[in-house]
């Protein structure tokens, strides 16, 4: 019996299968979300990783900005309740997740049940997303998976007032063509992610034990910048990308389960 939960975001898409004691068998993340093939092409991967195939599946809950579209879907559920299980479940004693997508931030407080009990989000503008980090790293001329080894070579973090991810790129371009170094300016870039996502943070009252979710975790640079900006340790959750996926796998499961245990028909 498997159960597989699938997150399409804006930037990509992940998908986990569990079995019924909520092991792993497989799991794949691809580019590209929501309104793209993204979604096709990441369930074709994990049933070749896995050897399984759509009839070995007992139930699929899609989750994430392009959870609606999925046809696939035995039921949809919001990316809050996702993330919180899947990180829960690998990091029991979190308190705060803070999740950066490619076009949104997202913040949770935590009772330690794992119940969610505030929330915030910004999904209005790019500041503080991995969207900005993509526009910043192409006016660097790296790719986005470098931006956070180029800035650990920084001597001086050089400020990037703008938030505005169109202004911020013009200050960019302005700094580099004045002579600041690149890894000045990438340390700054960072600084003025971890900044915004701060100050989203703080809203929902940040307790350890923090956990950081989403692509953008995979990126050491903004890990530390983060860390400095919140004077606090943060852990990244294993498999970052995929917590909501998982989340959505484990709720799939417990659906079964329960219908299990309480039969419709006697
Ligand atoms: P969504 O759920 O919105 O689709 P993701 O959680 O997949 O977004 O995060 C996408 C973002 O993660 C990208 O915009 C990019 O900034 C960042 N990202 C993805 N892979 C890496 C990597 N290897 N190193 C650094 N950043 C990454």
Redesign the pocket.
Known sequence: MYALGI????????VVIIDKEKNVIANA?V?G??GTTGPVRVVDEIFVKSGLAWEDITRTIAT??GRIGFQRADNQIS?ITCHALGVHHLVPSVRTII??????VKAMSLTPEGIVSRFAMNDKCAAG??????VM?RVLEV??????TLAEQADAVIDISSTCAVFAESEVISRLASGVKPADVAAGIHQSVARRVAGLAVRVGVNPDIVL???????GG?VNALADELQQDITVAPD??LT?ALGAALIAMKEITISASQPMYA
């Open positions: 997150d399409i975001g804006s930037a990509s898409s992940k993340v580019p979300g929501a994430g900005y990316e999740d950066i997508g490619g076009q949104d997303t991995g969207r900005f980090l993509e790293a790719d986005v998976s470098e931006l956070g979710t989403g692509g953008v975790a995979k990126n903004l970052c990308q909501g």
